[in-house]
């Protein structure tokens, strides 16, 4: 039987620690927490809610810091629903809210909690083709795990950058993070332009696969409150591949 | 940013089975279960097809990593020609509890069932039985016997699969006793019985022996059921050879009817002599 590997050990959650009283833990941890959910919770807002790009982006930093200032994740029970679920419902509450007294959001406020790169969040919004979300609730999972994927990936740059794995970093690059079907590569071509034999890149490949599973892994572990709804969603995240 | 294409791509090799250093390489996939998801794949040291069965789940998950290994032991446990024989279980690179078994080809029952004649499927139903039967006697109880867990392989083999629930309280509601929904009664065979009475009442529509058949393995109360299922089987077989069942009171125009189908060989043979013997006297007189 292979040795089990490249599983994630680390018991550190984001999300129980953006509840921590020590505040040199909730701060960083909060800060994760926004890197995290702040383009899936801008887009929502946006398609949702049909809100403006500024008024979107002001809802958005509002909802953060509403969130920081008033411990909403402090109250959230993993055994009532996962946390993806929970942060949707606080932010409609919030922007149900926000709208009927409007006028008087807290535009940024006091505490800026996150440089909000909205540009560009909007600009992948307009790509989308008019009437291309159908249903809002799926098109808010499916940004959260575009972010996560991203955050995945950034990590896997600096861990092989780290490791001077630079070769198995650009083979993954190739073969798996195309945009379009047509631009993937074969193993053959991929082989001939990094000057490598065919094996080596398929080797490298599924190296490079298991070591980015171990980080989304991770990534997945810090955005859950405990280890039944990581659990559940890992379950989630393998049977929902397409 | 990540294309939809992208992110489907990496959706779908973060959430394959990595079967990196195992004998299998996966082919295609062939199902999903409550806890697993099950692949065709190639057993590289044999040089044959097999069925490979993931846990959709990680290794921190003792309840369902349990759960596929209870499933694994129950299958090598019941050596049955009824039952699929697992050949190999163990982890895979990524974590994830997996266990190899033979793949199974065939038609599910209910799709077998639409195109074959009533004797060959009551003969199924008793290859059925027995492997249910066999299953009993050590001790385990399928709680989830339907049709789809059921397979009829090219020349009349019948298998019983998804035995992955025996020990738990769940099953399919169309098929599940009355006393599965109960959280508060133990469950015995009694409740397989029940889904086979389910699953006979399926495959027939007449007459009303077998009906009465079915609905006697369905009674509400186990005790009115037949209590084990070779009791049931039996009763099967001996409507087939055209005796009387257990379940149903003939009249005595059924019980004629019954003996004209059972001895409509030599019936037949008696009325062919007789006509014969006739038509001869007649030819004679004239």
Redesign the interface.
Same mark, same amino acid.
């Given at each position: 039987? /292979?040795r089990?590997?490249? $599983?994630p050990t680390t018991r550190y959650s984001i999300v129980t620690a953006s509840a921590s009283d020590n505040a040199d833990v909730r701060r960083p941890a909060f800060d994760a927490l926004v890197t995290a959910y702040w383009k899936p919770v801008f887009k929502y807002v946006r398609v949702k809610w049909q809100a403006s790009p500024d008024e979107a982006a002001d809802l958005t930093q509002a909802f953060f810091l509403r969130a920081f200032e008033k411990d909403f994740f402090g109250a959230f029970d993993a055994h009532q629903a996962r946390f993806r679920t929970y942060l949707r419902t606080c932010l409609d509450g919030f922007v149900a809210n926000a709208r009927k007294a409007e006028g008087r959001l807290k535009r940024g406020g006091h505490l800026q909690i996150i440089q909000l790169a909205v540009d560009?969040a909007e600009r992948?919004l307009q790509r989308l083709a008019p009437n291309a979300i159908d249903d809002v609730d799926a098109y808010f999972h499916?940004e959260w795990?575009?972010t996560l $994927? =991203?955050t995945a990936?950034a990590r896997f740059r600096e861990h092989c950058a780290a490791r001077d794995r630079a070769r198995r970093f650009t083979i993954f690059e190739r073969y798996?993070? /195309?945009? +379009?079907?047509e631009c993937r590569p074969t193993y053959a071509e991929l082989a001939v332009a990094l000057g490598l034999a065919v094996t080596d890149v398929t080797n490298e490949l =599924?190296a490079a #696969?298991?070591e $980015?599973?171990r980080l989304?892994?991770n990534v997945l572990r810090e955005q859950c409150a405990s +280890?039944e709804e $990581?659990?559940a969603e =890992? #379950?989630a995240?393998?049977?929902? =591949?397409? | 940013m990540i294309s939809d294409t992208a992110l489907d791509h990496l959706q779908r090799i973060v959430g394959e089975p990595d079967f990196t250093g195992t004998r299998y390489e996966p082919l295609s996939v062939l199902g999903r279960g409550g806890i697993g998801t099950v692949y065709l794949a190639r057993d590289s040291v044999l040089d044959r097809e097999v069925a490979v069965k993931v846990l959709d789940s990680l290794v921190g998950d003792q309840a369902l990593a349990g759960h596929l290994q209870q499933e694994a032991r129950i299958l090598a446990r019941l050596e049955h020609p009824g039952v699929v024989p697992v050949h190999d279980f163990g982890r895979l690179a990524d974590g994830r509890l997996f266990y190899a078994m033979k793949r199974v080809r065939g038609q599910r029952l209910d799709r077998w069932a639409a195109t074959a004649d009533p004797h060959a499927r009551l003969a199924v139903f008793l290859r059925m039985c027995d492997a249910v039967a066999f299953a009993h006697a050590h001790g385990v109880i399928h709680r989830d016997l339907k049709p789809e867990n059921v397979m009829v392989g090219e020349f009349g083999e019948v298998l019983v699969l998804d035995w992955g629930i025996a020990g738990f309280v769940v099953g399919t509601p169309c098929y599940m006793a009355p006393e599965q929904r109960r959280s508060d009664t133990t469950v015995d065979e009694r409740a397989d019985i029940h889904a086979l009475g389910a699953i006979l009442a399926g495959l027939v529509d007449g007459p009303k022996a077998l009906i009465a058949i079915a609905a006697k393995a369905q009674s509400i109360e186990p005790r009115d059921r037949y209590q084990h299922v070779l009791e049931l089987s039996a009763d099967v077989a001996r409507f087939m050879s055209g005796f009387a069942v257990r379940a149903h009171a003939e009249t005595v125009v059924d019980r004629i009817a019954r003996l004209g189908r059972r001895y409509r060989v030599p019936i037949g043979l008696v009325l062919a002599y007789l006509v014969m013997r006739l038509l001869l006297i007649w030819t004679l007189r004239v």
């Open positions: 039987m /292979p089990m590997r490249g $599983f560009a992948e499916r795990l575009r $994927f =991203a990936i798996d993070l /195309p945009e +379009d079907e =599924a #696969r298991r $980015f599973r989304v892994l +280890d $990581f659990h =890992a #379950r995240f393998m049977r929902s =591949a397409p | -």
